[in-house]
């Protein structure tokens, strides 16, 4: 009697932990696939380097890294960061000939790759992003994967094109339809607007807006107007880390401007593609995207095609925190697990 009633006790308190939040959830990391352009701006920065904060939290994998821009140091760029946060291994894919190629103007990735890459590369000494994407999302299990674009939709739009090869019997578009959860996007505005990352190479982006077969998440451009990032990890990181320098450099000389933070256009896209949007923002959906030929979108919210949108529920202050927070993590460090 006295063993059950022990028993008893200790499954009701084992209940009122879990309901009280104390009970630990076990959930696998998120299997992620990184697209950037990497160089028109610099808080592609801030996203990879929260991406790699986030990995090493425990809260995702990243399975690949690509470049959607056609610059030739957009590739080396990645690999610098790769290497830096310890991931040497993680694939790099790289874009056609049809991609935009876009620098800074301050050339900031020519002078990355030069400081901190042992071996001068180009995009010529990577794969392409379509061979990667087709062997990467062949292992993986079925609808599993999360693609977070922040970039130009070009290697998407090949990847939907793609044919059978050696990696899977399926097209690109099945391919995808069976590998992948969800993809996150940092594109166009809402409720409409004429984003970059989408008229740069708006036939790429009508496209594969209408026809991607898995549920779209944008982030718009409205979303990390007014979320400013950056100072932090500049004048607090360790210095001459690429991160830290990165950052200096380019709040210091941007446009012939001196800035003190940057938009955080990327950085939010990625936040929302390994944790839950919804714990930051309001997901507004479900409707339909449309993309018109010029690369300028509008939301139809009458149609459901599996899209949604984020809308601000915080002071922007909050979400800047958060990210400037995430960016200071070093390879080496403990890491914060609070959220």
């Given at each position: 009697m006295k063993n059950n009633l022990i028993l008893l006790l200790t499954i009701s308190l084992l209940f009122l932990l879990h309901k009280a939040g104390f009970a630990q959830k076990h959930t696998e990391p998120v299997k992620i696939i990184f697209d950037s352009d990497m160089g028109p701006d610099f808080d592609d920065v801030g996203a990879i380097t929260i991406l790699h904060t986030l990995a090493a939290m425990g809260e995702?994998?990243?399975?690949?890294?690509?470049?959607?821009?056609?610059?030739?140091?957009?590739?080396?760029?990645?690999?610098?960061?790769?290497?830096?946060?310890q991931k040497p291994n993680i694939p790099i894919g790289v874009p056609g000939a049809d991609a935009p190629a876009f620098s800074c103007p301050n050339h900031w990735n020519d002078s990355?790759?030069?400081?901190?890459?042992?071996?001068?590369?180009?995009?010529?000494?990577?794969?392409?992003a379509t061979e990667v994407y087709r062997k990467v999302l062949a292992a993986q299990k079925d609808h599993s994967v999360v693609i977070v674009t922040v970039g130009f939709l070009t290697n998407l739009s090949a990847l939907l094109h793609s044919k059978p090869d050696q990696f899977?019997?399926?097209?690109?578009?099945?391919?995808?339809?069976?590998k992948v959860k969800k993809w996150v996007t940092m594109a166009g505005g809402f409720p409409e607007g004429n984003e970059f990352n989408l008229n740069q190479h708006a036939s790429a982006?009508?496209?594969?807006?209408?026809?991607?077969?898995?549920?779209?998440?944008?982030?718009?451009?409205?979303?990390?107007?007014?979320i400013m990032t950056g100072n932090k990890v500049s004048t607090l990181g360790t210095k001459g880390s690429p991160v830290q320098w990165a950052y200096h450099y380019c709040l210091s000389n941007y446009e012939?401007?001196?800035?003190?933070?940057?938009?955080?256009?990327?950085?939010?896209?990625?936040?929302?593609?390994?944790?839950?949007?919804?714990?930051?923002?309001?997901?507004?959906?479900?409707?339909?995207?449309?993309?018109?030929?010029?690369?300028?979108?509008t939301w139809n919210p009458e149609k459901n095609s599996n899209h949604s949108f984020l809308a601000h529920k915080y002071p922007y202050q909050k979400i800047a925190?958060?990210?400037?927070?995430l960016m200071l993590y070093e390879p080496n460090s403990p890491v914060n697990k609070t959220k």
């Amino acid at each position: 009697m006295k063993n059950n009633l022990i028993l008893l006790l200790t499954i009701s308190l084992l209940f009122l932990l879990h309901k009280a939040g104390f009970a630990q959830k076990h959930t696998e990391p998120v299997k992620i696939i990184f697209d950037s352009d990497m160089g028109p701006d610099f808080d592609d920065v801030g996203a990879i380097t929260i991406l790699h904060t986030l990995a090493a939290m425990g809260e995702c994998e990243i399975l690949a890294t690509m470049a959607s821009d056609g610059y030739p140091y957009i590739g080396p760029t990645l690999e610098v960061f790769n290497r830096y946060f310890q991931k040497p291994n993680i694939p790099i894919g790289v874009p056609g000939a049809d991609a935009p190629a876009f620098s800074c103007p301050n050339h900031w990735n020519d002078s990355l790759v030069v400081k901190y890459l042992p071996k001068q590369k180009t995009n010529k000494d990577y794969p392409s992003a379509t061979e990667v994407y087709r062997k990467v999302l062949a292992a993986q299990k079925d609808h599993s994967v999360v693609i977070v674009t922040v970039g130009f939709l070009t290697n998407l739009s090949a990847l939907l094109h793609s044919k059978p090869d050696q990696f899977s019997p399926l097209g690109g578009k099945e391919l995808v339809a069976l590998k992948v959860k969800k993809w996150v996007t940092m594109a166009g505005g809402f409720p409409e607007g004429n984003e970059f990352n989408l008229n740069q190479h708006a036939s790429a982006s009508v496209y594969v807006i209408q026809n991607w077969p898995t549920p779209i998440l944008f982030s718009g451009v409205e979303i990390g107007n007014k979320i400013m990032t950056g100072n932090k990890v500049s004048t607090l990181g360790t210095k001459g880390s690429p991160v830290q320098w990165a950052y200096h450099y380019c709040l210091s000389n941007y446009e012939n401007k001196q800035l003190l933070n940057r938009n955080s256009w990327d950085p939010t896209a990625v936040l929302c593609a390994v944790r839950n949007p919804e714990d930051y923002f309001y997901v507004m959906g479900n409707g339909t995207v449309i993309c018109n030929p010029d690369g300028s979108n509008t939301w139809n919210p009458e149609k459901n095609s599996n899209h949604s949108f984020l809308a601000h529920k915080y002071p922007y202050q909050k979400i800047a925190g958060i990210l400037d927070d995430l960016m200071l993590y070093e390879p080496n460090s403990p890491v914060n697990k609070t959220k």
